[in-house]
């Protein structure tokens, strides 16, 4: 039997918990316990739990990038997201993306470029004004939700790097560290998480590298502590928790598209003319707003940012889909 | 095991208001505001999935009389398959309304364009002859082509597990269609492995 004596070189237990912390998880285990261990009462104490600890992110409205639609509530944007590292039902993220440590951290930026760097997110956050862009967000599955993020655009970064003349594709590729994600023991997707896009799609002032939303630094269910925003893109091509942006000559492998090529194309542009295989794209449900009382709303070309039309002109999207 | 009357008809309503608690359980989130973000497909999938739990339990009546003697259960039988068609309507009716706000030409073209709508349309317009004649009269009165009818159910099965299977392609996520067509197959073998029995019984 091991009896386990306190030495003076121990760290008390206060030392390794702080006490608020501490007793914020007794809180939710008390919310756990008189909510009968319910998932529903699980995912209420979470999101108690997390909202009131992210830090504040201070952003200025560009006007330039808004939308007149309603914003979606931060409770929808924080409990309903697809994140397989984190589990396959959409509030897993919220209860277990926790455990993910998003500082310290960096993103190391490589490839067909004449200066590589590694950035911490300190060194982002300073790297151009953080400006708050109200973009629609259209998942492939047919729901949408309008989020205000913080960020800039990525051709900022972009130019600090000075890609060659070798650099077509930019891919990203997000954290993947079973210590943190439990969800990397599914056989889902491969891991780690890469998405890509060309690079004049990156550089386009609409794609948005992400730090926050809704005033506040990202939680980590949304992708936390950086990622980017392809609004006319379906979701899953704005990978979360960035860890690498590599610059490249040839297409990236992205996860989605090798798994099921034929159901998400390497473009995947937000298209009402292409059925996904299984379902029909024409509408989508806006999450918090469509559906009971009312119709599905109609899903606009290119989630209703013309603007990036001449990246594609000559294209058959159709075929590039 | 014998139920006297009194019992069985106490058990009977036990049973019912069991088969109701999914439903009981849907409204109750619902009144509390704790469906998630899209209530919509929590709905649909909830419902669907209780519609094949039914139809399990519905078909584990006779493997259980058989091996275990529990011959009584055969009272239940019926009420756990008008159950399935209860939470397949409700699951149907979630996929009209809420997809296709009753607009019809739009969702027979959904059925027609999508195999994995397709079988699932297909399950439920089969189980409405099941559960029209489920009753004493209809039983009585189509004699041994009521059995007959009545193994619908087994390709009913099939095709829901399709529906399932089809829904979930492409996202790879297979861990609940995976249990549920290993149950149904299970299910399904011992009738089988009875037919060819009860065949070479025969002379």
């Not at chain 1, 912390?21 to 009968?36: V, Y």
């Not at chain 1, 900022?156 to 990397?184: C, H, S, W, Y």
Request: proline share 6%; hydrophobic share 45%.
């Amino acid at each position: 039997m091991l009896i386990k004596l306190p030495c003076s070189a121990d760290p008390l237990p206060s030392e390794i918990t702080a006490l608020e912390q501490f007793q914020s998880r007794r809180h939710f285990l008390a919310q756990l316990a008189a909510g009968g261990l319910s998932a529903s009462a699980l995912v209420d104490a979470a999101m108690a739990n997390e909202t009131a600890s992210r830090a504040r992110l201070a952003a200025r409205i560009n006007p330039a990038y808004t939308v007149a639609d309603k914003a979606t509530t931060i409770a929808d944007a924080t409990s309903y997201n697809n994140f397989y590292e984190f589990g396959l039902d959409k509030g897993d993220p919220m209860v277990r993306a926790g455990s993910l440590k998003t500082k310290p951290w960096t993103v190391r930026i490589d490839g067909e470029v004449k200066k590589p760097l590694t950035l911490d997110i300190d060194s982002l956050l300073r790297l151009a004004p953080i400006e708050e862009r109200l973009y629609r967000l259209r998942c492939v599955e047919g729901w949408s939700m309008v989020i205000p993020w913080a960020g800039y655009s990525l051709a900022e970064l972009i130019r600090k790097v000075e890609p060659t003349g070798n650099a077509k594709f930019v891919e990203f590729t997000t954290l993947a560290d079973p210590a943190q994600m439990p969800g990397l023991g599914s056989r889902v997707l491969p891991w780690p998480y890469v998405e890509g896009l060309r690079i004049d799609e990156a550089m386009h002032p609409l794609t948005l590298l992400s730090l926050g939303m809704y005033g506040q630094v990202l939680p980590n269910q949304n992708g936390a502590p950086v990622r980017v925003i392809v609004p006319w893109k379906y979701g899953f091509k704005s990978a979360k928790s960035i860890v690498r942006i590599r610059f490249t000559e040839t297409q990236p492998k992205t996860a989605w598209n090798g798994v099921a090529p034929d159901e998400y194309g390497f473009y995947s542009n937000v298209n009402p003319e292409v059925s996904h295989p299984r379902w029909s794209q024409a509408t989508e449900r806006r999450i918090g707003e469509d559906g009971f009382l009312t119709r599905k709303r109609k899903t606009l070309m290119f989630n209703g940012y013309p603007e990036v039309a001449s990246l594609y002109s000559g294209m058959d999207l159709k075929k590039f889909y | 095991m014998r139920f006297a009357p009194r019992q069985l008809r106490w058990a009977k309503w036990i049973v019912f208001g069991l088969s109701l608690l999914p439903l009981l359980r849907l409204i109750a989130l619902g009144v509390q505001d704790r469906l998630t973000a899209n209530p919509i497909e929590f709905i649909t999938r909830d419902t669907g999935d209780w519609a094949l739990y039914f139809l399990c339990l519905t078909l584990t009546v006779t493997p259980l009389r058989r091996f275990m003697g529990l011959n009584v259960l055969v009272r239940f039988r019926r009420m756990l398959g008008l159950f399935t068609f209860f939470y397949a309507s409700l699951h149907f009716l979630a996929f009209i309304w809420f997809d296709h706000f009753f607009d019809l030409a739009e969702m027979m073209q959904d059925i027609v364009k999508r195999p994995f709508i397709a079988m699932g349309f297909l399950a439920i317009v089969l189980l409405v002859p099941l559960a029209m004649t489920s009753n004493d009269f209809m039983l009585r009165k189509l004699g041994r082509h009521w059995s007959v009818l009545h193994r619908l159910i087994y390709l009913i099965a099939i095709l829901a597990l399709l529906h399932f299977w089809w829904m979930r392609a492409g996202k790879n996520n297979f861990a609940e269609p995976l249990v549920m067509s290993a149950v149904v197959a299970m299910l399904l073998a011992l009738r089988l492995i009875w037919l060819r029995r009860d065949s070479v019984r025969r002379p």
